[in-house]
């Protein structure tokens, strides 16, 4: 008994603004739970890709050459076909729709259902298990954002402690898979959250560091990569930069609409969906029969093609090679995202930027710079966060210099594909599925400030049919502003007003309804939020609009007036800024 009342003491205080200490306290131990994800999901991926390809556990699977060409075909096969079962048995349950961290901070205030989330895991560790071109950073971001977000809901934290518990986790994912807790921490700042801000500053570090030391620990971990040798630079150096991330951002838009119009074909196709993983495995095994780089994620892949003296030619026809296995694994239901993948592509667009060029135009910089410069700008145009993956350059090779060329290039495509395009690779298929989320910034509760909410239910009604002085007198003049008519069907008809009812140049004789009504066809329904309503009062210049039950039936349920609607808006607005910058009243 006694260890309950301080549990529920506990969260008592926590509920409070208070609890900024504690929330710091859970977050490290959130970054714990983290690394410890990271570890054992990297752990098991490399033993499934020893046991089914029959590798080493310490070599990468896209680094070593495969002599049996039928494990080559047949294990993407095999996974498809596991996978497809898997969402067989799945669909039996009739289970709820998965929320990733960017959408549940964005429409759900961080709430995740932590059985989704391990369902998640466990498809993407299959689907990078057998060979698909997936990496696991979605597996490892959506576990551990569940569980945090499983933490939090148990200690009914606030809304915006909510999604910064989520976005701790994915800190200390990221963080934990590359070593790279500075990364970490802006991956949930850009891409989860939504935004920096000091309040959200101390936890989500703290769980970013925390989830480093601890993958430190349990495995070796993390990406490192030697950038050549570039003590400084000069002004002409940032114009290959720029122009790189010019280019990547091209790139990275036709690799998008690529693995959007992959998935379109498969949707639209008669091919049942628990059918096309084992489809689309077919196409990846008979790529990875040309090279066995374009299975997995692309670590070893990577460090080969960065390290090696390769054509570019070879670049060239590796760069397409992965970006088609990428788009048919992603299209046709393997589970994963494209972090690595567009690292990886990235990388070989840089170089063979840095081989294929004027050299008068490049200079002296290294053909690794631009590797590295290609390979981040090519994230920031599929992923986003400009300033992540910028981090993650500088902390992958410890090269400040050759960082202001990252951050120059990424800058380039983070604008050029806002600017044409308009979203990242998460944001477009949200866009696709109809949703209106350009990132993680918590709009959910506009849209839970709905009229059903903020109308008045006691409002009384008059027939068209009515009489003039039986209006009068059931309504007398200071008795109210506005009245609305129904028909003899209790159908909406407008609004009129009683002032003008009872102005002395109305005629009794030829007094008809109809002449009196305003905003006939401008009304409210229930399901509509608050910002959707003001613009309908912006648009029809009324002060009070009545709310129908639907465009059919048009039965009056309620008033709403614009002077509430906004003042709520505005009280929510407000409220949303206090609790971004920790503001206690």
Same mark, same amino acid.
């Given at each position: 008994?006694?260890?309950?009342?301080?549990?529920?003491?506990?969260?008592?205080?926590?509920?409070?603004?208070?609890?900024?200490?504690?929330?710091?306290?859970?977050?490290?131990?959130?970054?714990?739970?983290?690394?410890?994800?990271?570890?054992?999901?990297?752990?098991?991926?490399?033993?499934?890709?020893?046991?089914?390809?029959?590798?080493?556990?310490?070599?990468?699977?896209?680094?070593?050459?495969?002599?049996?060409?039928?494990?080559?075909?047949?294990?993407?096969?095999?996974?498809?076909?596991?996978?497809?079962?898997?969402?067989?048995?799945?669909?039996?349950?009739?289970?709820?729709?998965?929320?990733?961290?960017?959408?549940?901070?964005?429409?759900?205030?961080?709430?995740?259902?932590?059985?989704?989330?391990?369902?998640?895991?466990?498809?993407?560790?299959?689907?990078?298990?057998?060979?698909?071109?997936?990496?696991?950073?979605?597996?490892?971001?959506?576990?551990?954002?569940?569980?945090?977000?499983?933490?939090?809901?148990?200690?009914?934290?606030?809304?915006?402690?909510?999604?910064?518990?989520?976005?701790?986790?994915?800190?200390?994912?990221?963080?934990?898979?590359?070593?790279?807790?500075?990364?970490?921490?802006?991956?949930?700042?850009?891409?989860?959250?939504?935004?920096?801000?000091?309040?959200?500053?101390?936890?989500?570090?703290?769980?970013?560091?925390?989830?480093?030391?601890?993958?430190?620990?349990?495995?070796?971990?993390?990406?490192?990569?030697?950038?050549?040798?570039?003590?400084?630079?000069?002004?002409?150096?940032?114009?290959?930069?720029?122009?790189?991330?010019?280019?990547?951002?091209?790139?990275?838009?036709?690799?998008?609409?690529?693995?959007?119009?992959?998935?379109?074909?498969?949707?639209?196709?008669?091919?049942?969906?628990?059918?096309?993983?084992?489809?689309?495995?077919?196409?990846?095994?008979?790529?990875?029969?040309?090279?066995?780089?374009?299975?997995?994620?692309?670590?070893? @892949?990577?460090?080969?093609?960065?390290?090696?003296?390769?054509?570019?030619?070879?670049?060239?026809?590796?760069?397409?090679?992965?970006?088609?296995?990428?788009?048919?694994?992603?299209?046709?239901?393997?589970?994963?995202?494209?972090?690595?993948?567009?690292?990886?592509?990235?990388?070989?667009?840089?170089?063979?930027?840095?081989?294929?060029?004027?050299?008068?135009?490049?200079?002296?910089?290294?053909?690794?710079?631009?590797?590295?410069?290609?390979?981040?700008?090519?994230?920031?145009?599929?992923?986003?966060?400009?300033?992540?993956?910028?981090?993650?350059?500088?902390?992958?090779?410890?090269?400040?210099?050759?960082?202001?060329?990252?951050?120059?290039?990424?800058?380039?495509?983070?604008?050029?594909?806002?600017?044409?395009?308009?979203?990242?690779? @998460?944001?477009?298929?949200?866009?696709?599925?109809?949703?209106?989320?350009?990132?993680?910034?918590?709009?959910?509760?506009?849209?839970?400030?709905?009229?059903?909410?903020?109308?008045?239910?006691?409002?009384?009604?008059?027939?068209?049919?009515?009489?003039?002085?039986?209006?009068?007198?059931?309504?007398?003049?200071?008795?109210?502003?506005?009245?609305?008519?129904?028909?003899?069907?209790?159908?909406?008809?407008?609004?009129?007003?009683?002032?003008?009812?009872?102005?002395?140049?109305?005629?009794?004789?030829?007094?008809?309804?109809?002449?009196?009504?305003?905003?006939?066809?401008?009304?409210?329904?229930?399901?509509?939020?608050?910002?959707?309503?003001?613009?309908?009062?912006?648009?029809?210049?009324?002060?009070?609009?009545?709310?129908?039950?639907?465009?059919?039936?048009?039965?009056?349920?309620?008033?709403?007036?614009?002077?509430?609607?906004?003042?709520?808006?505005?009280?929510?607005?407000?409220?949303?800024?206090?609790?971004?910058?920790?503001?206690?009243?």
């Amino acid at each position: 008994m006694e260890m309950r009342a301080r549990l529920r003491l506990f969260k008592k205080k926590f509920a409070s603004r208070g609890s900024e200490i504690l929330l710091i306290v859970i977050a490290a131990l959130v970054g714990v739970v983290a690394g410890l994800v990271v570890s054992a999901m990297s752990w098991i991926s490399k033993g499934m890709h020893s046991v089914v390809f029959g590798i080493g556990m310490a070599d990468w699977l896209s680094a070593t050459p495969i002599l049996d060409p039928l494990v080559t075909m047949g294990a993407p096969v095999a996974g498809g076909v596991v996978l497809g079962a898997l969402f067989y048995l799945l669909a039996k349950r009739k289970p709820r729709a998965i929320v990733d961290p960017i959408e549940a901070n964005a429409l759900y205030g961080g709430q995740m259902s932590l059985t989704s989330s391990i369902v998640v895991a466990v498809q993407n560790l299959i689907s990078n298990g057998f060979g698909a071109s997936v990496g696991l950073e979605a597996g490892y971001t959506q576990l551990a954002s569940g569980i945090a977000s499983k933490f939090g809901m148990k200690l009914k934290l606030r809304r915006a402690d909510l999604r910064i518990l989520v976005g701790s986790g994915a800190a200390g994912a990221i963080a934990a898979a590359f070593n790279a807790p500075i990364t970490g921490a802006f991956y949930a700042f850009e891409l989860i959250i939504g935004a920096y801000s000091i309040v959200a500053l101390a936890p989500v570090m703290v769980a970013a560091i925390v989830a480093a030391l601890i993958a430190r620990l349990v495995s070796s971990g993390g990406l490192t990569i030697t950038a050549g040798d570039l003590a400084t630079f000069s002004a002409s150096d940032f114009i290959p930069a720029v122009l790189l991330g010019a280019l990547c951002a091209i790139v990275g838009i036709l690799i998008m609409m690529t693995v959007a119009k992959v998935e379109e074909v498969a949707r639209k196709s008669s091919v049942p969906i628990h059918m096309r993983p084992a489809i689309g495995g077919i196409v990846v095994g008979l790529l990875a029969l040309v090279t066995p780089q374009v299975l997995s994620a692309g670590h070893g @892949a990577l460090h080969l093609n960065l390290e090696g003296d390769v054509a570019v030619q070879t670049l060239a026809g590796l760069f397409l090679l992965k970006v088609m296995a990428s788009a048919v694994s992603i299209g046709s239901g393997f589970r994963g995202g494209l972090f690595f993948a567009s690292l990886f592509m990235g990388a070989l667009l840089g170089k063979a930027f840095a081989l294929g060029v004027d050299p008068s135009l490049t200079g002296m910089l290294p053909v690794s710079v631009l590797a590295i410069v290609g390979m981040s700008a090519l994230a920031v145009a599929i992923i986003g966060g400009p300033m992540t993956m910028t981090f993650l350059a500088l902390e992958m090779t410890g090269n400040f210099p050759m960082t202001v060329l990252v951050l120059a290039a990424v800058i380039t495509s983070s604008v050029v594909v806002r600017s044409t395009f308009g979203y990242s690779f @998460a944001t477009w298929r949200f866009h696709l599925r109809g949703e209106s989320i350009r990132s993680a910034h918590d709009v959910g509760w506009i849209r839970n400030l709905t009229v059903e909410k903020l109308m008045r239910a006691d409002i009384r009604t008059v027939r068209s049919d009515i009489s003039l002085d039986a209006f009068k007198e059931s309504y007398p003049i200071g008795s109210t502003q506005r009245v609305i008519v129904v028909d003899d069907g209790d159908r909406y008809q407008g609004i009129v007003s009683v002032p003008e009812i009872h102005a002395p140049e109305t005629d009794a004789s030829n007094f008809s309804f109809p002449d009196f009504l305003r905003h006939k066809n401008d009304f409210l329904q229930p399901q509509m939020n608050a910002k959707q309503a003001a613009e309908i009062f912006d648009r029809s210049q009324g002060e009070a609009l009545a709310v129908v039950d639907g465009l059919i039936g048009r039965r009056v349920i309620g008033q709403l007036s614009e002077s509430h609607t906004l003042r709520r808006y505005s009280e929510e607005l407000d409220r949303r800024r206090r609790d971004a910058v920790g503001e206690t009243f």
